[in-house]
């Protein structure tokens, strides 16, 4: 090995299969990314409009080994150490949920393989501490307390970070995500699977005032989509096909205008109340231009973070215990959150 990895020589490789990436990343104790390997299955299941659990698992079990040859021959290329092989990896981090429980399945088995045959560490990783410990990679690593929104794919929460490796839950989603939101945006608008980025590339050529869609009242720190997505499908409906072939851009800018508006809103609002002043932006939706325009002041993940990465999930597994060896090899995945 050579002498690159961190300052005890510990480096960690991170596994991620919760969802349609296959994600796997080498990172050393002290957050110094060394590779990080994401292979999308967007275009497999863009057909369908969305993920298909069944298609998902079946292609991690096809890319799961070659992402992690990947991550292992990248962690040793460019200001890295020399080569790495398993032999030098000290400790697997591995997402066990919340997510698909057939995908989160294929990292595990590989995770568990892993660490079972190199009698090294097996460290559990939840993907939303994943998704805050991606704030901790380096070169600019962000230390607690913050207050951070959680918006991805399948979650929209703001939490309260006041320690690495915890966070307290001050609001959530009551229906859909904002990532989905997007997404199921995006689809009225006749645009591919994933919406979020095309709906975010749209709305630059639009005029963001055009429509007012609402932003939820909803009480405390939650938030609401399902009335804003009902808005855009009425005004869809309002203007069939020439009108909406001719309004898109506008629908898009105003459409992203209103959840960014509450996105931005209920965080700086959750500040307030938890008495913490940093702010920070972790997930898939973190890589929106406006939101990201927005928030000037808050810590954002770097853009190749924001969406599912294992960089993220090797980054968590620093901050958790590693199970002892005899509760590894029944260590299982769970589909929602705790
Ligand atoms: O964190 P992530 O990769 O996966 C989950 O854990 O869900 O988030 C994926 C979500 C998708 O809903 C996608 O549409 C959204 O993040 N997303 C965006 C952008 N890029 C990805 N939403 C808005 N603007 C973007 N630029
Ligand atoms: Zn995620």
Same mark, same amino acid.
């Given at each position: 090995?050579?002498?690159?990895?961190?300052?005890?020589?510990?480096?960690?490789?991170?596994?991620?299969?919760?969802?349609?990436?296959?994600? *796997?990343?080498?990172?050393?104790?002290?957050?110094?990314?060394?590779?990080?390997?994401?292979?999308?299955?967007?275009?497999?299941?863009?057909?369908?409009?969305?993920?298909?659990?069944?298609? *998902?698992?079946?292609?991690?079990?096809?890319?799961?080994?070659? @992402?992690?040859?990947?991550?292992?021959?990248?962690?040793?290329?460019?200001?890295?150490?020399?080569?790495?092989?398993?032999?030098?990896?000290?400790? @697997?981090?591995?997402?066990? &949920?919340?997510?698909?429980?057939?995908?989160?399945?294929?990292?595990?088995?590989?995770?568990?393989?892993?660490?079972? $045959?190199?009698?090294?560490?097996?460290?559990?990783?939840?993907?939303?501490?994943?998704?805050?410990?991606?704030?901790?990679?380096?070169?600019?690593?962000?230390?607690?307390?913050?207050?951070? %929104? =959680?918006?991805?794919?399948?979650?929209?929460?703001? %939490?309260?970070?006041?320690?690495?490796?915890?966070?307290?839950?001050?609001?959530?989603?009551?229906?859909?995500?904002?990532?989905?939101?997007?997404?199921?945006?995006?689809?009225?608008? &006749?645009?591919?699977?994933?919406?979020?980025?095309?709906?975010?590339?749209?709305?630059?050529?639009?005029?963001?005032?055009?429509?007012?869609?609402?932003?939820?009242?909803?009480?405390?720190?939650?938030?609401?989509?399902? &009335?804003?997505?009902?808005?855009?499908?009425?005004?869809?409906?309002?203007?069939?096909?020439?009108? =909406?072939?001719?309004?898109?851009?506008?629908?898009?800018?105003?459409?992203?205008?209103?959840?960014?508006?509450? %996105?931005?809103?209920?965080?700086?609002?959750?500040?307030?109340?938890?008495?913490?002043?940093? =702010?920070?932006?972790? &997930?898939?939706?973190?890589?929106?231009?406006?939101?990201?325009?927005?928030?000037?002041?808050?810590?954002?993940?770097?853009? $190749?973070?924001?969406?599912?990465?294992?960089?993220?999930?090797?980054?968590?597994?620093?901050?958790?215990?590693?199970?002892?060896?005899?509760?590894?090899?029944?260590?299982?995945?769970? *589909?929602?959150?705790?």
């Amino acid at each position: 090995m050579g002498d690159g990895a961190g300052a005890n020589g510990t480096m960690i490789l991170g596994i991620e299969t919760s969802c349609d990436e296959t994600a *796997a990343a080498v990172v050393t104790a002290d957050g110094q990314v060394l590779s990080s390997i994401v292979a999308s299955q967007a275009e497999i299941h863009a057909r369908y409009g969305g993920v298909v659990p069944e298609v *998902a698992s079946r292609r991690h079990l096809e890319l799961i080994g070659p @992402v992690i040859r990947e991550a292992l021959a990248g962690a040793g290329s460019g200001s890295g150490p020399g080569r790495v092989t398993l032999g030098d990896i000290t400790r @697997v981090g591995v997402t066990c &949920g919340p997510g698909l429980i057939g995908a989160l399945l294929v990292g595990l088995s590989a995770a568990k393989a892993i660490a079972w $045959s190199r009698s090294i560490p097996l460290v559990p990783v939840d993907h939303l501490q994943g998704h805050v410990a991606s704030l901790y990679l380096g070169p600019t690593p962000v230390e607690p307390p913050f207050v951070c %929104l =959680l918006a991805s794919g399948g979650h929209t929460q703001l %939490l309260a970070v006041r320690r690495h490796g915890s966070f307290e839950r001050l609001g959530t989603t009551l229906d859909d995500a904002a990532g989905e939101a997007f997404d199921k945006g995006a689809r009225l608008l &006749g645009l591919p699977y994933p919406g979020g980025a095309e709906i975010d590339a749209l709305a630059r050529q639009g005029n963001s005032e055009a429509f007012r869609f609402p932003v939820a009242r909803v009480p405390g720190l939650d938030f609401s989509f399902s &009335g804003v997505k009902t808005s855009l499908l009425y005004a869809v409906r309002d203007l069939g096909d020439a009108g =909406l072939a001719e309004r898109r851009a506008d629908l898009a800018a105003s459409y992203q205008r209103a959840i960014v508006r509450a %996105l931005t809103q209920r965080l700086r609002q959750a500040a307030e109340t938890a008495g913490i002043e940093r =702010l920070a932006v972790v &997930g898939g939706v973190a890589a929106n231009t406006e939101l990201r325009a927005a928030l000037p002041d808050a810590a954002l993940a770097p853009l $190749s973070l924001c969406t599912d990465n294992a960089a993220m999930i090797a980054s968590a597994a620093r901050f958790t215990d590693p199970l002892p060896p005899a509760e590894a090899l029944v260590l299982d995945a769970y *589909a929602s959150a705790a």
